[in-house]
């Protein structure tokens, strides 16, 4: 164990806690407003299946909450045991963005939770909307000051370093980071997409299973057409991302693009193998000058390669598979999304297309994964670009230690996410009413 790289070790467990904990507030962000609609569509209508569906709903939110504040507990402490020197360095910018989620953010979810579970029998409809509107609104606000913090380590500005330490100089600059508000508008994005295929892929599940009830029409059509209509957005804030990306942080774009020295009319590379020892890529298969065309809105335009960049690149090979990853679940999600929309315009989705919404029910994890991917290991070696390098934060602890704890999470890991899976289908299977279970086609 003594001759494994703690700090490899170390960027290795944080990255398990971080895919795992990630998946939860992916969902419960965009859950909340989707909630708030189905309370919204019932005070207009009184149509007692949007109230039915938030019943069913609100339980998965309230066990995906659950979830998600345990695996941040976790990673919170990681910053002391393996990462120490991160709050070192950079604790007058990271500590006071964390206290500001917490008391923003937390404690309003918190607080409103409970009368949002369990109120409306106890609370006026409107004090009960009021909540859910409140907690939908606290997890928006927890996810601007996580991103605000992790847009800055990818983007810092509004800062100086003194005798190794950062200090503010201005914290409108540190929020309003460069990066920031691409990255916060793709990242609710990117949660809207995953629970319109939850609900879409969950819903098109109990109809299958002839639970033909209205709620479950009404969610199954509520999650497609949010699909439908959410895609084509993402699209374009991916496209404004990657320009902001490459002009601040090249060496990830090049990365990305698998652009090993620096070339004009750069082509879009849909299959390679990059090898880092001879620095190119093998068994290219490309559409010519089309990545410099994307980038640069020219097709000669110059794309920086990773040669530029001399021992302070990512590594190649992840970065540049987990894009094609995000980008081809992206297009199936696009693809199915608009042809269910459609086939639901025309009052049937046909039983095929149904199993496929079935088969996508959490596709929006595997995306936003392969996305925080590109976007953490994108940025190393640094942790703070430019300014604190990863293995600068490091601690001391053993690679024993830090192997051991791995292999316990890793383990937990497993077990919680299917334990998670399964409790989703079997609320699903519950939900149904007897006299619902018809097994007709719709």
Known sequence: MDSLDPVILARIQFAANITFHILFPTISIAMGWVLLYFKARFNRSGDEAWMDAYGFWVKIFALTFALGVVSGITMSFQFGTNWPGFMQHVGNVAGPLLAYEVL???????????????????????????????????????????????????????????AGKVHVQSWLAVIFNPSMP?????????????????????????????????????????????????????????????????????????????????????????????????????????????????????????????????????????????FRVMVGVGMLMLAVSWLAWWQLRRGQLAPWLQRGLVAMTFSGWVATVAGWYVTEIGRQPWLVTGILRTADAASTVGSGMILSTLLMYLALYVVLLASYVSVVFYLARKAAPAANLEGAQP
Do not use: C
């Open 104 to 162: 923003t953010a937390f404690f309003l979810e918190a607080t409103f939770l409970g009368i949002m579970l369990f109120g409306r029998a106890k609370v006026s409809n409107r004090v009960h909307t009021l909540a859910t509107f409140l907690v939908a609104f606290g997890t928006t606000v927890s996810a601007f000051w996580i991103i605000v913090l992790n847009s800055w380590m990818q983007t810092p500005a509004g800062v100086e370093v003194i």
């Open 182 to 322: 691409y990255r916060l508008t793709h990242m609710l994005l990117a949660s809207g997409l995953t629970v319109a295929f939850l609900v879409a892929g969950v819903s098109a599940y109990r109809w299958l299973r002839g639970d033909r009830a209205a709620a479950v029409a009404h969610t199954l059509k509520t999650g497609v057409s949010l699909a439908a209509l959410l895609i084509p957005l993402q699209v374009l804030v991916g496209d404004m991302h990657g320009l902001n990306t490459f002009h601040h942080q090249p060496a990830k774009l090049a990365a990305i693009e698998g652009v090993w020295h620096t070339e004009r009319g750069a082509p879009l590379l849909l299959f390679a193998l990059p090898d880092e020892a001879t620095q190119s890529n093998r068994f290219e298969v490309g559409i010519p000058k089309l990545a410099s065309l994307i980038i640069t809105h020219h097709p000669d335009g110059e794309i920086r390669g990773l040669n530029e960049f001399p021992n302070a690149h990512p590594p190649v090979a992840k970065v540049f598979w987990s």
